[in-house]
């Protein structure tokens, strides 16, 4: 994170680009990692279709970065902090706040920022800054756009640190390209998994409604034809307030999700029973099997009998 890229000419030309380097008057620490992609790799990156849509240009681990601190008023890429333990102030365009342990601090590319850590409690963090042609789209999907707020909570997330880890391996490869190729696919996969866990955190931070234990009670009910009442009732929640807010963080009403979970456990009967179609129907809680069969070709597709067909072949 302590460097600046100028990409000006890599707007025009996305095999240039410029790289200066803008040390940091934080020390590394002896476990630490603190690794810039080096310019002719930043080159073949932003030309091969496998990568030129987002790419790693830096990326490290500062642990317990005492005094750590940045400020940019140019900023020529997009920045990723997650935070797994400490805090930060920070203010990224109009917005300024507090960073804390569990907290992704997510900065696109053009808005002036500054970050400090805290005195008494110094944030430990992962970081990668990004390129491409893609990601203002990556940016987008991960709920960055107007002026939203830059701080995400998504919670302690040792699955992200292993996302992260793996991702820093890259740095021990002698600029493999092979290897750049495979960092920035990884990097991609995580910002995509990112967005699944912060919808996965906002349900579970849902004060009053638990997004998880409701799926669960869908799932653990798949041979029933549950209604609207019951879902909500299950929630405690009227049945208007329980679909807006299923919708929003889903982005299906929850009788279609239910729906597809059925169609999704259809598949799975079809793919490892020897139950028939009617019998398929009936562990999902249909008894009219061309009703079942209407919905699972809607949804899936084809029939279930030529679903069977075709992964039997």
């Known amino acids: 994170m302590d460097y600046i890229v100028d990409i000006n000419t890599a707007a025009n030309r996305p095999e240039k680009h410029r790289f200066m380097s803008a040390p940091s008057k934080w020390p ?21 279709p496998l990568t030129r849509e987002c790419y790693p240009t830096a990326m490290g681990y500062y642990p317990q970065a005492s005094e750590h601190r940045m400020e940019r008023q140019r900023h020529d890429d997009n920045l990723l902090i997650y935070c797994v333990k400490g805090k930060a102030s920070a203010e990224v365009g109009g917005w300024s706040g507090t960073v804390e342990e569990g907290d992704l601090l997510l900065i696109p590319q053009g808005l002036a920022h500054r ?4 005195d008494q409690q ?4 992962y970081w990668v800054h990004y390129q491409g042609s893609a990601t203002a789209t990556f940016n987008h999907y991960l709920g960055l756009q107007g002026a939203s707020r830059p701080v ?135 008894e009219d099997q061309l009703y079942f069969s209407r919905q699972f070709s809607k949804t899936v597709g084809v029939s279930p009998r030529a679903y069977r067909r075709s992964v039997r072949h």
């Open 122 to 125: 110094p944030w430990s963090i």
């Open 152 to 286: 995400k909570r998504l919670g302690q997330s040792p699955q992200l640190v292993g996302r992260f880890r793996e991702l820093l391996t890259v740095h021990r490869t002698g600029y493999s390209t092979r290897a750049f190729i495979n960092a920035s696919n990884l990097l991609r996969q995580m910002l995509t998994q990112i967005a699944l866990d912060m919808r996965a955190a906002q349900g579970r931070n849902q004060r009053g409604f638990d997004l998880e234990a409701v799926q669960s009670y869908m799932l653990e009910n798949l041979d029933r034809q549950l209604d609207l009442d019951t879902l909500a009732a299950t929630a405690k929640l009227s049945k208007y307030h329980f679909s807006g807010k299923y919708k929003a963080l889903t982005g299906y009403s929850p009788i279609k999700h239910f729906l597809n979970m059925k169609m999704e456990h259809a598949c799975h009967l079809l793919d490892t029973s020897e139950l028939s179609v009617k019998g398929v129907a009936t562990a999902l809680g249909y």
């Open 115 to 118: 970050y400090a850590a805290d």
């Open 28 to 48: 590394l620490p002896e476990n630490g990692i603190r690794f810039l992609t080096p310019t002719f790799m930043l080159n073949e990156l932003a030309r091969h």
